[in-house]
């Protein structure tokens, strides 16, 4: 690797307040969000976020935007304890209670400074608590959860790949399937239960809460609407590489998919060992890697080699990022093409951290951005990395190599993490195990 490799360093991006344009008082919070949400100068975070804002917190926002980006969502429990986010609870002991008199996230207290830790949000951490069960908090359960995504209502959805299914848990923690049918594998659209899915691995989510999923066993790519009707977008059900669309177009097992800002698809082609985009037009192409060929070399086009990319995600000036999971490395196709690394030796599985060349993951499978950090699931060694915009890698949750659950206090414990997704109020949402989790690092 290239040690001197850097990530762009993009120009300063003004703060939008106030807000430019004129606003009616009696606009609807909803339409105030979409208008909101179209200025690209907003965080990822708070862009997403957007649509579930009170009105009271929107007036917020036009003056306070950071606290309610970095703040919102969290509040403080007393006697030191730390508030939880997204699943609704508290974190008191080896228990979970639901925390039900603040239904809307914008409206709890404000994260207290310097708050770190790792609350549950849903499934349990018993070892024999696997399977598939709706429900709410620690009553649900999953079985080998791997991608999740959030929407901009504070809702997550997680790839349960063992029982073929999508589950939904809402901020409350309720935890419903959306589509599929558990244990039941196939390659059917339809709504809800009469989809079939064969190893759901990631998902993504766009604007208007639609989900885009992996459907890794069916090599194909699929789309579920909010109210669960399932459709393929492109790939044929059978594993191949062929550029085209729709249903011209083959994938062999993809895992990865994010979205840029053009709407664009992007996947890991994991089996395929390359980078393709979807266009909104459904054309599949190949933007980097060879078919078939598993490697670690830089370069353009189909000159780079990739070796089992499992995740990608897509930063607000079209750098794309991929979880380079058989190399055990993060690499990045710039806006021209070029494909570079980013963290970690090729080849070699280890845990150090430190700036580019000096730094070691072990088979990394998600990742995730918030602003100019990069956060990955290290699923190897059992910790979520970061990785800044200097490409200096640091552990920020987990004990390497130590397999198993510790909530509460950081470091805290992770059991082969997986997905790795930005929540609306600035945490991450880990699945690991058969458990999802919320994770709150120092900033």
Known sequence: ????TSRPRPAPVPVPVPVPVPVPASLP????????????SLPRALRRALPACQPSALRRLRILPLLLALGAGIGGCGGGEVGIGIGGYWYDGPDYHPWPDHPEWPSWPDRPQGATGMFPIAGDVC???SGTRDGTGSAARFNDPQGIAADGAGNLYVA???SATVRKITPQGVVTTLAGAAGTLGYADGSGGAARFNGPSRLESDANGKLYVTDSGNSAIRSITPSGAVATVAGSGTCGSNDGNGSIAQFCNPKGIALDRAGNLWVADTGNHTVRRIDSAGRVTTVAGAAGVCGSADGRGDAARFCSPQDVVVDQWDNVYIADTGNST???IAPDGRVSTLAGLPGQCGAADGGAGQSRLCSP????IEGNDLYVADTGNATIRRINLDNVTSTVAGVTGKNGIVLGALPGGLDRPTGVALAPDGSLAITTHNLVVKLLVAK
Do not use: F, K, T
């Not at 919070?29 to 690209?40: D, G, I, N, Q, S």
């Not at 499978?365 to 995730?368: A, E, L, Q, T, W």
């Open 29 to 40: 919070a909803r339409r105030l969000a979409r208008l909101l949400r179209e200025l690209p």
């Open 365 to 368: 499978s998600g990742i995730d």
């Open 330 to 332: 993060v690499r990045m």
């Open 127 to 129: 070892g024999v608590c």
């Open 160 to 162: 349960e790949s063992a």
């Open 1 to 4: 690797m290239n040690a001197s």
